[in-house]
């Protein structure tokens, strides 16, 4: 029963809308998340707060990193591994070339 009236406080006709109440329902999307949209009885679009938005979009993209590193797994082979003594060596790069070069700092 919880969930239905979950749904049902989660869905805003589209003629509210219409009837000058939009700032009423921005104020509740901040205050409560998400609202449903509808219009002629169906889902039209969601309406979702621009921290909210952002943090789906931050989990949309770590799920796809997620993905990619799994993938890469997949495919490690040690024994493909190139020491960074040989990447020095084969490029013709000398500790002091890299002296001139700021810190990378990874997440």
Do not use: W
Not at 3 to 27: C, H, W, Y
């Amino acid at each position: 029963m919880n969930m239905i009236r979950t749904i049902l406080e989660s869905t805003v006709p589209i003629s509210q809308f219409n009837r000058g109440m939009a700032g009423k329902i921005f104020d509740e999307v901040k205050k409560h998340g998400a609202k449903i949209v509808m219009k002629n009885n169906e889902p039209e679009c969601v309406l979702l707060s621009p921290e909210d938005y952002i943090a789906l979009i931050d989990q949309v993209n770590d799920a796809k990193l997620l993905l990619l590193a799994n993938e890469r797994m997949e495919k490690y082979d040690a024994n493909k591994l190139v020491s960074h003594e040989d990447v020095m060596k084969r490029y013709g790069i000398t500790a002091s070339d890299l002296e001139d070069c700021d810190d990378i700092e990874f997440e």
